[in-house]
């Protein structure tokens, strides 16, 4: 298995921008994807964005045009830039590593988007 662990989060005002980061402890190559998730208050956990092996990248249309998911292959890091945030992207945000059978996931770091 190999760990993940998300930074980043925090409160911002609406229009606003933040950096998540999703720091592991192994080869991230190593996944077949991986990607970013967000739980909202009273809602179910829902895809925001991923990246395959290859570099493909697929976003949630309610961030497609503000969220950009990036990697660093060296420093083992995943990376979510997220501009223009508004209240609905209130949220814990979980980075997640994909195999082929199985899922790893950290533990979450929360953004709260708020005046």
């Known amino acids: 298995q190999v760990q993940l662990a998300e930074s980043g989060g925090g409160l911002v005002q609406p229009g606003g921008s933040l950096r998540l980061s999703c720091a592991a402890s192994g080869s991230i190559f190593g996944f077949n994807a991986m990607g970013w998730y967000r739980q909202g208050p009273g809602k179910e956990r829902e895809l925001v964005a991923t990246i395959s092996r290859n570099g493909n990248t697929n976003y949630a249309d309610s961030v497609k045009a503000r969220f950009t998911i990036s990697r660093d292959i060296a420093k083992n890091t995943l990376y979510l830039q997220m501009n223009s945030l508004n209240v609905e992207d209130t949220a814990v945000y979980y980075c997640?590593?994909?195999?082929?059978?199985?899922?790893?996931w950290g533990q979450g770091t929360q953004v709260t988007v708020s005046s």
């Open positions: 997640s590593g994909r195999y082929y059978t199985y899922a790893d």
